[in-house]
């Protein structure tokens, strides 16, 4: 972004002004677009969305009054939040309880500084990007903790308590799975590491080897529990909590909380697709040699579209899986996860003495396994719903 | 004074005023989230010395993790409503002070330049000259330091153990 | 590179504005009849016994002691990441997996460690 202005100030487009005040303006203009033009209709999209897929996946209609297919739902949810009175209880810390939701929010939306929409659409390519995110969802934790503290309320405490214990449990599974693709790109660099991987399903990391392949699921499923999803989402779990961190709140700082919850979701996504799945990269066609315009809007289409598909699988798997138990929850990071990505690391970083052959070799093998493993799970789920009683074809008006 | 050193005044300044905060609030919790500031800060001083590596790390691993765990041991303790001053602590804590600041009195008088001061380059702070000193000037360290987390985690194991 | 990073600033700036601003526009727009009750901590209803605030279990300090230590890791790791592949073309590859591969395995007699003192067992068995 920086050598697109300074070459909008060499072009003398803001003559007179000082450099500073031109690189100001443009950051905030960034900045903004991508909240409200990008991450806000994104956030309020996927809530929509995830109601009406759960719905489909359990014969009900969901939201769909709203504008056409109820798209709209979430502005209609966000005007009704915002006209909600704001309670803080008596016996709540109101000064942490008003503090907590600035800094969820603030944590999940510095996230999207290095996520790289296209070759060029980035906000800034940061070349520790990838640890950077690391960083700043780390100060999620703080929020939620905050918040559950804050609250003063035992399901509130007991929420954070455990959500907390959560995310920082996960974030070794998904750190040491994010270190393994570092160790192959060679650099921290959101932008690097994709160019380190080529437009081809077997140019992606995700099928570089044995252990990247299953390294990318290692990193979903932490993501996801770093992400409060369901199955891991015993935080805020309805049936024993009421609902974890975000009991007393209400109105818009409540919508916040949720705001960066659904809007993280796509990070989770964002942040896979750059990893394994080769990020915006496009096929080098000729209309693309051309125009850049389209290109940009071609890569842009393709990360966003990988990204989502990964998005709308947390919604399948929240529709699908019941929720685990908090123990099961902590036996299953730390005696399986953690255990499980030490040996993946170590068996990326000893399969990169492979000779280059070998290397070209694995990753079609790999490509041929995850086409096959993509058959039969879609032969299966064919299976099942010719099988399933004719009473689950719902088709509901809509 | 130019505009770095600008940045630098209102970074120290801001910095100060959140390091006291958590020295003198009442309450532990709002200690806790003022460090939770002030580390911040540190991380953009580091980020301004061209050392965004350090800068992040200090995010990650302070802001992040270390605040965690003394939240949790906060919340362990839970120290509200049983805070009573004693006049040896502040015996004490002035001692520790006197002795910091006697520590630090040939650092804030010495004028002179440095010996050999290092350039800071773009990448000084970066990933890869971090890796590179790590792997040939201080491998043993390097290795000493997993020892030594080894050393903690069996420390807190058997300390928990005590728990009744 | 200070670009790269002031854009971080902004986001920052731009997040917490944008959280104060909606409460603002919210603070104008929602009704306000705070009451004893309304504002009571919720308790499913029941009058809520005593604060929160209470001396919680000592097994949340444990498992973020472990993450501490496993993040301490990864931080060293990371850096050393970024150089490996060079590392190898220069032939120093093999030298360097040692040197990891030490470095992860001490940490990993940690882990072992603890899990085998029983530990990383959320419920603890009670010696009966």
Request: hydrophobic share 60%; proline share 5%; charged share 10%.
């Amino acid at each position: 972004m920086q050598a697109y202005l300074d070459q909008l100030i060499q072009g003398g487009a803001f003559a007179g002004m000082p450099r500073e005040v031109v690189y100001a303006i443009g950051m905030l203009l960034a900045a903004f677009i991508v909240l409200s033009a990008f991450v806000a209709p994104l956030a309020g999209v996927t809530s929509w969305l995830e109601r009406r897929v759960w719905a489909r996946m359990q014969s009900r209609v969901g939201p769909n009054r709203v504008g056409p297919q109820g798209i709209l739902q979430w502005l209609a949810d966000g005007i009704k939040n915002l006209l909600k009175e704001d309670i803080i209880p008596t016996a709540a810390d109101k000064k942490l309880f008003s503090l907590a939701p600035y800094i969820v929010f603030m944590g999940f939306l510095c996230a999207f500084v290095v996520i790289p929409f296209g070759g060029h659409l980035i906000v800034a390519d940061l070349n520790i990007g990838i640890l950077y995110i690391l960083a700043v969802t780390s100060l999620v934790v703080v929020g939620i903790l905050m918040a559950g503290w804050a609250s003063n309320n035992k399901w509130s405490l007991l929420g954070g308590m455990r959500s907390a214990a959560q995310i920082i449990s996960y974030e070794i599974p998904a750190g040491v799975s994010v270190l393994m693709i570092v160790f192959l790109a060679g650099t921290l660099s959101m932008q690097g590491i994709i160019k380190g991987q080529g437009w081809a399903p077997w140019d992606w990391y995700l099928f570089h080897n044995p252990f990247t392949f299953a390294g990318f699921f290692l990193y979903f499923t932490a993501a996801l529990a770093e992400g409060n999803r369901t199955p891991f989402d015993i935080p805020e779990a309805e049936s024993e909590l009421v609902a974890g961190y975000v009991t007393e709140y209400s109105g818009m700082r409540f919508l916040f909380f949720f705001f960066a919850e659904w809007g993280n979701l796509y990070v989770i996504g964002a942040v896979a697709t750059t990893l394994f799945l080769g990020g915006w990269q496009v096929p080098p066609l000729a209309i693309f040699e051309n125009s850049p315009m389209l290109l940009a809007v071609a890569q842009f289409v393709t990360f966003f579209l990988k990204a989502y598909l990964w998005v709308f699988v947390a919604m399948w798997i929240r529709a699908t899986l019941p929720r685990v138990r908090v123990d099961q929850l902590m036996s299953l990071c730390w005696k399986y996860m953690v255990p499980l990505s030490f040996i993946c690391l170590l068996g990326t970083v000893a399969f990169m003495f492979v000779p280059a052959d070998g290397q070209r070799i694995t990753s079609a093998a790999m490509f041929g396994l995850g086409v096959a493993i993509t058959i039969i799970f879609f032969l299966r789920v064919g299976f099942q719903i010719r099988q399933a009683k004719p009473e689950l074809y719902f088709k509901p008006h809509i | 004074m130019n505009g770095a050193q600008v940045g630098f005044f209102i970074l120290a300044g801001l910095l100060i005023v959140s390091s006291l905060w958590v020295v003198f609030q009442r309450n532990v919790v709002h200690s806790a989230m003022a460090l939770v500031a002030a580390l911040f800060l540190v991380a953009i001083l580091f980020l301004t010395l061209n050392a965004p590596m350090v800068g992040v790390l200090q995010i990650l691993v302070y802001a992040g993790a270390i605040m965690v765990l003394f939240l949790f041991v906060i919340m362990f303790l839970n120290p509200i409503g049983l805070e009573q001053r004693r006049r040896l602590w502040w015996g004490f804590g002035a001692l520790a002070g006197l002795l910091l600041a006697g520590a630090l009195v040939p650092v804030l008088t010495n004028g002179d330049a440095p010996r050999d001061p290092v350039v800071a380059t773009e990448l000084f702070g970066g990933p890869e000259e971090l890796a590179r000193s790590l792997f040939t000037d201080f491998v043993l360290p390097f290795e000493i330091a997993s020892i030594l987390l080894l050393v903690a985690i069996v420390g807190a194991v058997v300390l928990a153990k005590r728990e009744p | 590179m200070l670009f790269d990073f002031a854009n971080v600033l902004v986001f920052t700036a731009l997040g917490l504005g944008f959280v104060g601003v909606n409460l603002l526009i919210g603070r104008l727009l929602r009704p306000a009849n705070p009451q004893a009750r309304k504002l009571s901590t919720y308790e499913c209803g029941e009058p809520s016994t005593g604060s929160a605030w209470v001396n919680f279990n000592i097994r949340f300090y444990l498992v973020a002691l472990i993450f501490i230590i496993f993040e301490v890791e990864i931080a060293f790791i990371f850096p050393v990441a970024t150089v490996f592949r060079g590392l190898i073309e220069s032939g120093e590859g093999l030298l360097a997996f040692v040197k990891i591969f030490i470095f992860v395995g001490i940490l990993f007699l940690g882990l072992v460690y603890s899990w085998v003192k029983g530990d990383l067992e959320w419920i603890k068995k009670v010696k009966t």
